[in-house]
């Protein structure tokens, strides 16, 4: 797992200076911290920090060459069939010089072409310099686990693993009120745009190709029609499987534990694997929200070394800050804090660790889901009814209004606020946002791609889920752990428990008592019925609890949103904003969510717009 970076200029006679090529490394040297390289040829340059997991030797240093010399690569990332293709391309006569997965990429891209980066699988963003054609190519993998940003100016093309390292200008301007919006609605923008005017996301299955004065992206990769049925009871040996190639490592693998079942599969097969293991796990002082109890008994039961830390509410607060510095974003899920401090923790004992994200956005596994599939039968009822009911329902029984809300909606709409924290037009009010349609387009447009594709209404669902919400989370997770020089791993979302999941027909995932139904079977044989069918967990935060009290973290709160500068800024109502928290503090209304994405709008414009941000 690595940074990397590199620019190709527009005017072929301007060289690429070692020292840009160095402040980009500097930024990005939380992600590498055991090596460093730079490339330079004319108008191109490429640099790379390395945090070492296979072949810990200089022979996997980069950028590094191909053995025709036309090729120069920085990659970012693991790619799990890497043995396999070696040996494919070794029938082909290939030799190598390294164990490492780099090189195989290298030789695999002159045997076959950019085109054949299509048998890659696992995690990875890459970046290949064609001294042939004088051409760079960005690819990223399929889900969007590896993070790829770049920008387009006059001067030529940036691209970088962290926004933070791409060039900062001046005049970029703020964000429109309709994308301040979509983030306050979802805590993440759909598509390739970004909060930082000007900065650009390639998006997952995307490939990036530019000679510094024009840019094509095409995409690589999208899912396709399983050609037979899988059946769910082959679920348990599909994950056992993912989860052995993704121990592959030249340094020690743990798993970050929650106390859902998701992480619990995937630590039950490390142990299997692993004749000693180490688990991870946030604890919290409120006890309605701690659940190491559970992640203890996963543990217990598999005999691993438990290690458990516990953040308290100052701990959290004091955290904030650093997260949103390294994210270069508002904190799209509140427990980024304590998934930071935890792989700080991990870090001191390990380099890798496994996780159990993507299996809810594979399996159907969030409750919202239930939802869009109890809205098909409101459709038939008055649509103004049934929001004016949902109005009168949003501040004491948001659940309830929400799927009122999705019953007085077209199948489009219902699936695009499925994963709404904040009502669309209550996130529009507070960014002066006119156009309530246009927070919503982006979304309403990956849905409608799905359902070109012969996707039924909630496939469809699924596959905006995987787009939007799960990109988010793997932003998270990536960005927190390689602040630590942690490389986190997803073997849920291996490419073979991805064909098996959407293999298998939808009934057999999902109904209207139960999500997630083939993982909770899993966890059923391995742990008993009472855990796997327990309320979903995940690394949780009390913030509404907290914004009642007294503590730091409601004095921080009425701080971000009351000290004049957010109105002055205004990317928000800050009075509106300040009404919200009295209402909440009151007991009115539940204000938790709006208020967490008003104050983290406000920190993230100090720490990466007013420049106050800082890692230490």
């Not at 002159?110 to 042939?132: K, Q």
């Not at 929200?289 to 701990?315: C, F, N, P, Y």
């Amino acid at each position: 797992m690595c940074g990397i970076g590199g620019v190709r200029y527009a005017d072929e006679a301007r060289a690429v200076s070692e020292d840009r090529l160095r402040e980009m490394q500097r930024r990005l040297a939380h992600r590498g911290p055991d090596a460093s390289g730079t490339w330079t040829e004319g108008p191109a340059g490429l640099c790379h920090t390395r945090l070492s997991i296979l072949d810990l030797s200089e022979r996997g240093r980069q950028p590094m060459a191909s053995p025709s010399g036309r090729w120069q690569i920085s990659y970012n990332g693991e790619v799990y069939n890497y043995r396999a293709l070696r040996r494919e391309l070794e029938a082909c006569g290939r030799r190598f010089a390294s164990r490492s997965d780099t090189e195989v990429i290298l030789h695999l891209v002159e045997e076959r072409g950019i085109g054949g980066l299509a048998a890659l699988e696992g995690m990875f963003a890459i970046a290949l310099y064609d001294r042939e054609r004088r051409a760079l190519h960005l690819v990223r993998d399929r889900l969007g686990i590896k993070p790829l940003f770049w920008c387009e100016d006059s001067e030529g093309v940036s691209f970088a693993s962290e926004p933070k390292a791409l060039p900062q200008r001046a005049d970029a301007g703020k964000p429109s009120p309709a994308r301040i919006a979509e983030y306050l609605a979802f805590r993440h923008l759909a598509g390739e745009e970004s909060l930082l005017p000007g900065v650009r996301t390639l998006v997952p299955g995307h490939r990036l190709e530019t000679d510094g004065r024009s840019v094509r992206i095409e995409c690589w990769w999208r899912p396709g029609r399983a050609p037979a049925p899988a059946a769910a009871e082959e679920t348990g040996a599909v994950v056992s499987a993912a989860v052995r190639r993704q121990l592959v490592s030249d340094v020690p693998v743990g798993v970050f534990l929650s106390g859902g079942i998701d992480s619990a599969a995937v630590a039950f097969d490390a142990a299997a694997a692993l004749p000693s293991l180490s688990t991870f796990t946030v604890g919290f002082e409120e006890a309605g929200w701690d659940e190491s109890a559970r992640a203890k008994m996963v543990a217990d039961a598999l005999g691993t070394k438990e290690h458990t830390i516990r953040l308290g509410q100052a701990e959290y607060v004091a955290g904030l800050r650093r997260a949103v510095w390294h994210l270069d974003a508002p904190l799209n899920h509140a427990h980024s804090v304590h998934l930071l401090a935890l792989s700080r923790f991990a870090r001191e004992r390990i380099t890798v660790a496994l996780t159990g994200e993507g299996s809810d956005e594979l399996f159907a596994g969030y409750p919202r889901y239930r939802i869009f599939l109890l809205a098909r039968r409101l459709r038939a009822l008055s649509p103004s009814l049934l929001r004016s009911a949902a109005r009168r329902l949003r501040g004491t029984r948001p659940r309830w209004a929400r799927l009122l809300e999705a019953g007085a909606a077209d199948a489009a709409t219902a699936a695009a606020i499925n994963s709404a924290f904040v009502p669309i037009d209550e996130a529009a009010r507070l960014a002066g946002a006119a156009d309530e349609s246009a927070v919503l387009a982006p979304r309403r447009a990956l849905y409608a791609d799905a359902r070109a594709r012969g996707e039924g209404e909630t496939e469809a669902l699924l596959s905006l889920e995987r787009s939007t919400y799960l990109v988010s989370l793997l932003q998270r997770m990536d960005r927190m752990s390689m602040a630590a020089g942690l490389e986190c791993r997803v073997p849920l979302l291996d490419e073979g428990v991805l064909a098996h999941a959407l293999a298998l027909p939808l009934r057999e995932r999902i109904d209207l008592r139960t999500t997630k139904k083939p993982v909770r079977a899993l966890a059923e044989r391995r742990f008993g019925r009472a855990y796997a069918f327990a309320p979903k967990s995940g690394f949780g935060v009390p913030h509404g609890e907290w914004l009642r009290s007294q503590g730091p973290y409601a004095s921080l709160v009425e701080r971000l949103l009351g000290d004049g500068r957010a109105a002055r800024r205004g990317l928000f109502d800050a009075d509106a904003a300040l009404r919200l928290l009295a209402e909440h503090r009151s007991g009115v209304r539940d204000g938790t969510e709006p208020l967490w994405g008003l104050a983290n709008l406000e920190l993230w414009a100090r720490v990466c717009l007013d420049g106050e941000g800082s890692p230490a």
